[in-house]
């Protein structure tokens, strides 16, 4: 590898680590999955990089690239339970949270449960939409799909989501969300 190749591998890596890793830790709800899966879009980016021709953003040809191994991941993982609450109720306990945070931890924990059971392709659409702020456009390339389709997977995924919060909570903040 040139010392120019690996610099700009490196530049690369220190731009969008982060961005890709918080992506996958939200696609997986687990953080050693997400580990695992940024280090194969990096490496699968040292493969690829010199068919990189520049039409699109790294950041978005990046967000591709995790998008695929992402849906690939969920394929191996399909038969295993995606989510699991196990990290929340230990640090409950140790730590003795006050009743207002213990709530919100418990609002947070059911809208990750739910996101985990959304559709693959309905839960990428709104973790790029709305945890990773992308736009419409962006996300559109990102996913390689044209903006209606963002739309309308973000109206179905917003709907599920919803739907399955008014099913889980009884009252509260989140039942004003799942009208």
């Not at 409950?92 to 947070?108: C, D, F, H, Q, V």
């Not at 709104?126 to 963002?150: D, F, G, Q």
Request: include cysteine; charged fraction near 30%; charge should be neutral.
């Amino acid at each position: 590898m040139s010392d120019d190749l690996a610099k700009q591998i490196s530049e690369i890596y220190e731009a969008y680590y982060n961005d890709i890793y918080y992506f996958l830790v939200y696609f997986t709800n687990k953080q050693e999955d997400a580990e695992d899966l940024t280090q194969e879009v990096f490496s699968r980016l040292l493969k690829a990089l010199p068919q990189y021709d520049g039409r699109v953003a790294m950041k978005t040809w990046l967000f591709s690239i995790a998008k695929y191994v992402a849906i690939d991941h969920y394929r191996k993982m399909r038969w295993q339970r995606l989510f699991s609450d196990n990290w929340l109720i230990r640090m409950m306990t140790k730590e003795g949270l006050p009743e207002p945070e213990l709530e919100m931890k418990e609002e947070l924990r059911l809208i990750k449960e739910a996101l985990q059971k959304l559709k693959p392709q309905l839960r990428i659409v709104v973790i790029l939409r709305y945890i990773e702020e992308y736009s419409v456009k962006e996300t559109a390339e990102i996913l390689s799909v044209p903006e209606t389709k963002v739309r309308v997977d973000c109206h179905r995924g917003l709907q599920s989501l919803r739907k399955m919060l008014a099913q889980s909570i009884e009252g509260g903040i989140i039942n004003g969300i799942a009208r």
